[in-house]
T-cell receptor, first 108, second 111 residues
Framework: GQNIDQPTEMTATEGAIVQINCTYQ??????LFWYQQHAGEAPTFLSYNVLDGLEEKGRFSSFLSRSKGYSYLLLKELQMKDSASYLC?????????FGAGTTVTVRA | KAGVTQTPRYLIKTRGQQVTLSCSPI?????VSWYQQTPGQGLQFLFE???????NKGNFPGRFSGRQFSNSRSEMNVSTLELGDSALYLCASSLDSDEAFFGQGTRLTVV
């Protein structure tokens, strides 16, 4: 497989911050995606990182370190609607491979 | 700007039948990729097309095939359906394997 690893579950309180880590094999790496998927729905695009560094989009930020094969998705000011599965995916040779997803539960 | 459109949304087929699913990408997008999502296996890559050429394919049997037309619309076909083919089939479009956006999917049930 592509050995894309991310935690299975995370729980946080409304208003808090949660960081979802993702590690992957670095060979042939072209870019890394983060998607959000609510139960019964299609994945929604959150971010696409190609170069090292942090990219911020509102309450969501994504970080990439190509040399370390590491990325994280940072969710700030958590809201109840952020309860969902977060998928890390790596693209190599036009093929997008997904991790198993991290289920984030936001509690009041 | 319309998003990725997949038809049909839901489908019920019997074992042994064949099925064709359709995906219309976002206007201007030339790359279309297909995925199978099941509770046990997660999201699995099926194949990717760009300008009518398949550039990569996943580890699925030959019963799974696809094609892309000159207007970038894509179809995937599954022949000789098996119960295990029941899944959500998703397609995603992008300009060229960059920011990829998913359609709502086709939920296939094989009985």
């Amino acid at each position: 497989g592509q050995n894309i690893d991310q935690p299975t579950e995370m729980t946080a309180t409304e208003g808090a911050i949660v960081q979802i880590n993702c590690t992957y094999q670095t060979s042939g790496f072209n870019g890394l995606f983060w998607y959000q998927q609510h139960a019964g729905e299609a994945p929604t695009f959150l971010s696409y990182n190609v170069l090292d560094g942090l990219e911020e989009k509102g309450r969501f930020s994504s970080f990439l370190s190509r040399s370390k094969g590491y990325s994280y998705l940072l969710l700030k000011e958590l809201q109840m609607k952020d309860s969902a599965s977060y998928l890390c995916a790596v693209i190599r040779d036009y093929k997008l491979s997904f991790g198993a997803g991290t289920t984030v539960t936001v509690r009041a | 700007k319309a998003g990725v459109t997949q038809t049909p949304r839901y489908l019920i087929k019997t074992r042994g039948q064949q099925v064709t699913l359709s995906c219309s990408p976002i206007s201007g997008h030339r790359s279309v990729s297909w995925y199978q999502q099941t509770p046990g296996q997660g999201l699995q890559f099926l194949f990717e097309y760009f300008s009518e050429t398949q550039r990569n394919k996943g580890n699925f049997p030959g019963r799974f095939s696809g094609r892309q037309f000159s207007n970038s619309r894509s179809e995937m076909n599954v022949s000789t359906l098996e119960l295990g083919d029941s899944a959500l089939y998703l397609c995603a479009s992008s300009l060229d394997s960059d920011e990829a956006f998913f359609g709502q999917g086709t939920r296939l049930t094989v009985v």
